[in-house]
T-cell receptor
Framework: AQSVTQLDSQVPVFEEAPVELRCNYSSSVSVYLFWYVQYPNQGLQLLLKYLSGSTLVKGINGFEAEFNKSQTSFHLRKPSVHISDTAEYFCAVSEVRDQGGKLIFGQGTELSVKP | NAGVTQTPKFRILKIGQSMTLQCAQDMNHNYMYWYRQDPGMGLKLIYYSVGAGITDKGEVPNGYNVSRSTTEDFPLRLELAAPSQTSVYFC????????????FGPGTRLTVT
């Protein structure tokens, strides 16, 4: 079975500072990796995903993530955050072989950007 | 396209009541999912469906039922509501070509008292 651990439940940061949100996963089979964002009182939307190929993945709103197979990590980064990045961020995995495309989510990280 | 729509947005139920949460998508996606979100717990899969007439349990199915008679609709039924079912419920849809990417509805906030 797969599991996803987001190492920080809350990350406060000042505007224009860099940020890293950490995600580790556990799986005995090949997985796809995702980061979703949830703005207050909204559903989730996809930030970026890793399927295969280059381990550095770029997503929307200037975010990027790096897949590290040896450390089973998929950390999310942004070099300079804005107030509008305040949201909850979820890391998720799905098995490559899973015909139903089910996602296993981490617990979420609340990013709070302060002026 | 409206994407994934959910109704109602909010609902308060008394213990023991029943209700159906509605979910519809207009993207012709084969796969649909129901999740619940509790603070600090992420999202947990309740039920999912890979096509009309096919449903299966997820991680936390107890106390819920689903049906999928059409590609577009995937209602979630709560029978005999309990306080433990107080949560925010999200419906999502996907299709094999998206390799796991899911589209989410806006959610239904349910309180059981």
């Amino acid at each position: 079975a797969q599991s996803v651990t987001q190492l920080d439940s809350q990350v406060p940061v000042f505007e224009e500072a860099p940020v890293e949100l950490r995600c580790n996963y556990s799986s005995s089979v090949s997985v796809y990796l995702f980061w979703y964002v949830q703005y207050p009182n909204q559903g989730l939307q996809l930030l970026l995903k890793y399927l295969s190929g280059s381990t550095l993945v770029k997503g929307i709103n200037g975010f990027e993530a790096e897949f590290n197979k040896s450390q089973t990590s998929f950390h999310l980064r942004k070099p300079s955050v804005h107030i509008s990045d305040t949201a909850e961020y979820f890391c998720a995995v799905s098995e490559v072989r899973d015909q139903g495309g089910k996602l296993i989510f981490g617990q979420g990280t609340e990013l709070s950007v302060k002026p | 396209n409206a994407g994934v729509t959910q109704t109602p947005k909010f609902r308060i139920l008394k213990i023991g009541q029943s209700m159906t949460l509605q979910c519809a998508q207009d993207m012709n996606h084969n796969y649909m999912y129901w999740y619940r979100q509790d603070p600090g717990m992420g999202l947990k899969l309740i039920y999912y469906s890979v096509g009309a007439g096919i449903t299966d349990k997820g991680e936390v199915p107890n106390g819920y039922n689903v049906s999928r008679s059409t590609t577009e609709d995937f209602p979630l039924r709560l029978e005999l509501a309990a306080p433990s079912q107080t949560s925010v419920y999200f419906c999502a849809s996907s299709t094999p070509g998206l390799a796991g990417e899911q589209y989410f509805g806006p959610g239904t906030r349910l309180t059981v008292t």
